[in-house]
C-alpha cells in the first residue's frame, strides 16, 4: 500500500473515532469546531508539504542538485553491503566528491535565504493559515466558539500526523 493511502485512512480514521466521541460527549457547537480546527489543520499540514515539495523541486531545476529518495540512492548506489564491489579508490574520490558537495550547499547565501523564504511564504501555506485564521474569527464573532472542541480538532490532526510517522516508516 502506497504511503499516501495509508496515512489518508489513518487521518480519516482519527477523525471518526473523534467524531464519534464528540457525537457522545459535546453539543452541536462543539462538534462544529472540532470538524472546522481539524479541516483548518490539515489543511495548514497539506499547504505546507505542497509548499516544501514545490521549493525543492525548484531549487532542484535551478541549482542542479538532485534530491534522491532512499530508493533512488539503492538503485544508484548498489547494494550497501555488497563488499566485493567498487575499488577502494573510487569510494574514496566519491566521498571527496560528496563532501565538497555538501559544502556548496550548506554554505550560506542569500539566494538560499530568498528561496527560504519563498518556501517559508508559499501560497498553500498563506492559504491554510488564512483559512484557520478566517474560520476561527467566523465561529468568535457568531458566538459558536468552544474551546475544547477546537483544541480536540488540533489534538485529533496531530495524533493522526504522529500516527501516520510511526506507521508509514520504514525499518
Do not use: P
Given at each position: 500500500?502506497?504511503?499516501?493511502?495509508?496515512?489518508?485512512?489513518?487521518?480519516?480514521?482519527?477523525?471518526?473515532?473523534?467524531?464519534?466521541f464528540a457525537l457522545f460527549?459535546?453539543?452541536?457547537?462543539?462538534?462544529?469546531?472540532?470538524?472546522?480546527?481539524?479541516?483548518?489543520?490539515?489543511?495548514?499540514?497539506?499547504?505546507?508539504?505542497?509548499?516544501?515539495?514545490?521549493?525543492?523541486?525548484?531549487?532542484?531545476?535551478?541549482?542542479?542538485?538532485?534530491?534522491?529518495?532512499?530508493?533512488?540512492?539503492?538503485?544508484?548506489?548498489?547494494?550497501?553491503?555488497?563488499?566485493?564491489?567498487?575499488?577502494?579508490?573510487?569510494?574514496?574520490?566519491?566521498?571527496?566528491?560528496?563532501?565538497?558537495?555538501?559544502?556548496?550547499?550548506?554554505?550560506?547565501?542569500?539566494?538560499?535565504?530568498?528561496?527560504?523564504?519563498?518556501?517559508?511564504?508559499?501560497?498553500?501555506?498563506?492559504?491554510?493559515?488564512?483559512?484557520?485564521?478566517?474560520?476561527?474569527?467566523?465561529?468568535?464573532?457568531?458566538?459558536?466558539?468552544?474551546?475544547?472542541?477546537?483544541?480536540?480538532?488540533?489534538?485529533?490532526?496531530?495524533?493522526?500526523?504522529?500516527?501516520?510517522?510511526?506507521?508509514?516508516?520504514?525499518?
Open positions: 500500500m502506497k504511503h499516501s493511502s495509508k496515512i489518508s485512512i489513518i487521518f480519516a480514521s482519527v477523525f471518526v473515532l473523534f467524531f464519534v460527549v459535546g453539543s452541536h457547537i462543539w462538534l462544529l469546531n472540532y470538524v472546522v480546527s481539524f479541516i483548518c489543520t490539515v489543511t495548514i499540514m497539506i499547504g505546507t508539504y505542497l509548499g516544501y515539495k514545490r521549493g525543492l523541486s525548484k531549487e532542484e531545476d535551478s541549482s542542479g542538485v538532485v534530491y534522491y529518495s532512499d530508493d533512488d540512492r539503492e538503485s544508484i548506489e548498489g547494494d550497501k553491503y555488497d563488499l566485493l564491489g567498487d575499488d577502494e579508490d573510487e569510494k574514496k574520490v566519491e566521498e571527496q566528491d560528496l563532501k565538497e558537495l555538501k559544502k556548496e550547499v550548506s554554505r550560506f547565501s542569500f539566494s538560499n535565504m530568498i528561496l527560504g523564504s519563498k518556501i517559508f511564504f508559499s501560497f498553500y501555506r498563506i492559504f491554510g493559515y488564512a483559512l484557520f485564521i478566517g474560520a476561527t474569527i467566523y465561529l468568535i464573532d457568531n458566538e459558536m466558539w468552544s474551546v475544547g472542541g477546537y483544541v480536540a480538532g488540533i489534538f485529533a490532526t496531530t495524533i493522526s500526523l504522529i500516527l501516520s510517522i510511526y506507521f508509514t516508516r520504514e525499518d
